[in-house]
């Protein structure tokens, strides 16, 4: 490893850093603008400006910026020879020229990267005293206010957003020494990843407009470590809330997951927390029989579950811990998965491929290092956005590469690269039922039904291995599509196979698990990635029990008495006639949830759940890596986590296997000991007794101001904190103040750093893993000494059927997922209830565009506005699923109109 001399002092480094980095990774402040880890350099800012030396005898030296200037064996160089000093803070006066100084009002105040450098400077002063230019600024919609007046010119955000994240309406626009990034035109931001702008922008220019509506100082807020429940790849995040409400959603570094950034969905969808529909107090619904309501509740509940015929049904937005004590509860016999069949067959499938194969499932890093990539039956940009950012990055991988190698281009020189690279493109492959935004990457680009979908796979997997079953009629194109995809897997090195529940296939996750394993034969070292529908579906799964559908013969053949329903709208797990029939059918349902439903209505006991940020508990994602989240602030209601009301529950009703759990490191071991495929949960995070120091890790930042006078009125005494008896987090400013472990960091601050860009100093280098380890463990390792197993029933084609369509499941990332819906911001780009058709199929039914179509799906009456798009295949019909009002409950399924 090379060695350099930074003010004599000698340093060794990694190889193929630039000096920015390894200054940073050193631990040594030096101030930056333009720079990211995650995009490299271009030299824009000029302000990690720093002295270079020929050799120890040069005393002069030269003025470079240390992230275009390569790290080299023997070099010197000075950050605080004071040339260098004076050229940073002279940039920092001419930054701020047009500077409003606004700071005060300014939503970025406090974790303001720029005022962090302008301090590290020593600039104090302003110099300019004439007229500053000037801005208008634009709506951007929902999620982001504008500011432009603040824009120092780092070219941060169109780096990010166009560059990275593939956005194509925000641009940097200029004459002279005019500079504006923005859109073209007032308008929503289009990018599904557009409120990452407010972490990558070094000033106020993007800044978070859902946190505008109840605003915060980040210092006034209680900060705690969290996991995204917007979908099933658990990325990493920092709950901040303030007098009981969530603030705000910021990531949370993991390089192993999300790495620095997040989906929108994820970032904004957290308003179902403060939702006026929240159920904040137990109910409980007599009949007149019953008389009065004066009995104690948990008497009450225990006269539902004793001697009755009991059944419990598990949520896969709950987390382990909550279902877990619920199957204790009744018994494992009487415990059924809270999701739909077609949800179920999915999910199960994926897990029993991930177990008994030899392939092993690629986490969000290691899908962007893939070398080639083939997308069957999934649109990731809408069922887990943050791996469709993950394959942009692996489709630059091959010709970033060849730059590097051919050009001798350091990778970090970010603009060097780029122009080198121009629009080449690695192998990307995607066969879906309809266009997605992948498809202008792709060098391959089908959209046909599932069935053909599937087959299509099947022959990319024999003509890799002809242990793979021969696919019999397919057309010359199906042919030629997979002889092109089966070229290019066998010249990768590491190809990715993503499927899913996207396409409501398992013939298609089948097919993708032949391809993975007949590469894997070859000697390839390829990887697999499942999407799952929601936070703990896979978790859910491993723990196992019965199928929902089930439920319903046991309620109509065994006379249920009592059904406790943990986090879970059956509405939108079985039809609407079905889920009727269900509740008609049992005398007691007792519901543990957050928020009002359509299964709330039918409930005789009705317990408030803590959402994820009033609650601690564990989540599996779709690679099967556990991962811990922790409470943010206690309710102060009778709101608790799911998991403590059965543990009373147990308790009053002499529970025998839930006797002596009480805390959450209580409810865990019990989860590592009884279920072998949870080994090693309880290891995720150090338990409760854990100290640094003799002291718990603190949830407040050092600066919190406590209640201050919003609540003066009601009572002016500072209010005993809570008191955390599960975690080794504490609910005060007061505790260890270095370094916490990295699975319970609550919020990213440092002396001199109060911004996200913090980060780096938790990190082992810049950009690299945190200092104890990315946080998470995969439960799931790929079964190498086994027989590969393959499957062997190849589809039919699909061909279009007189008087039928083919419904096939459409999914918006803004919608088609339960909670972020109650969030404005979210409720308003979500898609109206429609229904897609090709334009022979609607010639075929006499429609035309924004007509009204009407069918029969299971007993309900449909009558949905027509979208005509040609892209679909023709005989099937595209349906939006998961939006409010939308109760099919499976797809794809054949529907005569």
């Known amino acids: 490893m090379p060695i350099i001399h ?126 500053k230019r000037t801005y208008s600024n634009q709506y951007l919609g929902p999620f982001l206010n504008h500011e432009m007046n603040r824009c120092i010119q780092c070219y941060r955000c169109v780096r990010f957003y166009k560059d990275f994240a593939g956005g194509k309406d925000l641009d940097v626009f200029a004459a002279h020494n005019h500079v504006y990034f923005g859109r073209q035109q007032d308008g929503t931001l289009e990018s599904e990843f557009s409120g990452n702008l407010a972490e990558i922008c070094p000033t106020g220019v993007f800044t978070d407009k859902t946190l505008k509506e109840h605003y915060t100082r980040k210092w006034d807020m209680t900060s705690a470590p969290s996991v995204c429940q917007g979908c099933g790849l658990g990325c990493n995040i920092i709950a901040g809330e303030r007098y009981g409400t969530v603030r705000q959603i910021t990531n949370r570094f993991n390089g192993d997951v999300n790495g620095y950034f997040l989906c929108d969905r994820g970032r904004y969808g957290y308003e179902f927390v403060n939702s006026k529909d929240r159920i904040k107090a137990p109910m409980v619904r007599h009949s007149p029989a019953e008389g009065s309501n004066g009995i104690p509740l948990m008497q009450h509940i225990r006269s539902k579950i004793v001697s009755k015929k009991v059944i419990g049904i598990g949520s896969p937005r709950a987390s382990l811990e909550s279902n877990f004590v619920l199957k204790q509860l009744v018994g494992a016999d009487n415990f059924y998965l809270g999701v739909s069949a077609a949800d179920h067959s999915l999910v199960s499938l994926a897990l029993k491929i991930l177990q008994q194969g030899p392939v092993r499932a690629a986490s969000l890093q290691e899908a962007a290092a893939a070398d080639a990539v083939l997308i069957l039956g999934e649109d990731v940009t809408n069922t887990a956005p943050m791996l469709a950012l993950s394959v942009r990055q692996a489709v630059r991988r091959i010709p970033v590469e060849q730059a590097i190698n051919n050009v001798h281009v350091p990778a970090w020189q970010d603009a060097a690269v780029r122009e080198a690279v121009q629009d080449s493109k690695g192998p990307l492959y995607i066969l879906n039922v309809l266009e997605t935004k992948l498809d202008e990457l792709a060098k391959g680009a089908y959209h046909t039904a599932p069935d053909n979908i599937a087959r299509i796979g099947f022959g990319v997997s024999h003509l890799l291995s002809d242990k793979m079953p021969e696919v019999t009629g397919m057309s010359d194109q199906g042919k030629a599509i997979a002889q092109e995809i089966a070229t290019t897997l066998k010249n990768a090195k590491n190809p990715l196979i993503i499927a899913g529940y996207g396409s409501g296939s398992e013939a298609v996750i089948k097919a993708a698990a032949n391809v993975a394993w007949a590469l894997h034969d070859l000697g390839i070292d390829a990887m697999l990635t499942f999407t799952v529908p929601e936070c703990n579906s896979m978790g859910l799964e491993m723990l196992g029990g019965h199928r929902l559908d089930t439920a319903m013969d046991q309620v109509l053949h065994d006379a249920v008495d009592t059904a406790i329903i943990l986090e879970n709208d059956l509405y939108r797990r079985l039809n609407h006639h079905t889920a009727n029939h269900f509740f008609k059918s049992i005398k007691d349902i007792i519901l543990l949830d957050h928020l009002y439903n359509p299964t709330a209505e039918k409930a005789t006991v009705l317990l408030p759940a803590g959402t994820f940020a009033e609650s601690d508990g564990t989540l599996v994602n779709n690679e099967s890596r556990a991962q811990r989240f922790f409470q943010v602030f206690t309710p102060g209601t009778d709101v608790q986590e799911s998991w403590r009301w ?88 007061e505790g260890y103040r270095g370094t916490p472990p990295s699975a319970m960091i609550p919020f990213f601050w440092s002396p001199g750093w109060n911004s996200v860009q913090s980060v780096n100093k938790f990190q082992v280098e810049t950009g690299g893993a945190l200092r104890d380890g990315n946080p998470g463990k995969r439960l799931i390792a790929p079964n190498v000494n086994g027989h590969t197993p393959f499957f062997t029933q190849v589809p039919e084609p699909f061909l279009p059927l007189a008087g039928h369509l083919l419904l096939v499941p459409l999914h918006h990332i803004y919608g088609s997922e339960e909670l972020s819906v109650h969030t404005p911001g979210i409720a308003e780009r979500m898609p109206a209830p429609y229904i897609m058709l090709h334009s022979e199929d609607a010639k075929r039914f006499q429609v035309a565009e924004g007509y009204l179509l009407h069918f029969i799906e299971n007993g309900h009456h449909y009558t949905l506005p027509v979208i005509i798009n040609d892209t679909l295949q023709q005989g099937a019909a595209g349906i939006p699923v998961g939006l409010p009002n939308m109760e099919i409950a499976e797809a794809p399924q054949l529907i005569k109109i």
């Open 646 to 733: 059965l543990l009373q529950a147990g308790v009053a009703t002499g529970n025998a296997s839930l006797a002596g759990l009480v805390h959450l490191d209580d409810v865990v071991s019990a989860i590592a000991r009884t279920c072998k495929v949870f080994a090693g949960i309880d290891t995720l995070t150090p338990g409760a007794g854990f100290r640094i120091a003799g002291q718990k890790i603190p949830r407040e930042p050092h600066r919190y101001s406590g209640r201050t006078a919003m609540q003066a009125d009601v009572n002016v005494s500072e209010p005993k904190p809570p008191e955390d008896s599960d975690t080794a987090l504490s609910f005060t400013m």
């Open 6 to 131: 930074i003010d004599n002092k000698p340093y060794e480094v990694k190889e193929g850093k630039n000096l920015l980095e390894a200054c940073l990774s050193l631990g040594l402040n030096l101030p930056y603008f333009c720079w990211h880890p995650a995009l490299g350099s271009v030299g824009a800012c000029r302000q990690c400006a720093v002295k270079v030396f020929k050799d120890e005898d040069d005393k002069k030296g030269r003025i470079v910026m240390s992230c275009m200037e390569p790290v080299k064996d023997n070099l010197r160089m000075s950050v605080d020879d004071s040339d260098a000093k004076s050229f940073r803070e002279h940039v920092i006066g001419w930054l701020m020229t047009n500077h409003p100084h606004d700071c005060a009002v300014c939503d970025e105040g406090g974790s303001c990267h720029l005022q962090d450098m302008t301090v590290m400077t020593g600039h104090a002063y302003r110099d300019y005293r004439f007229t």
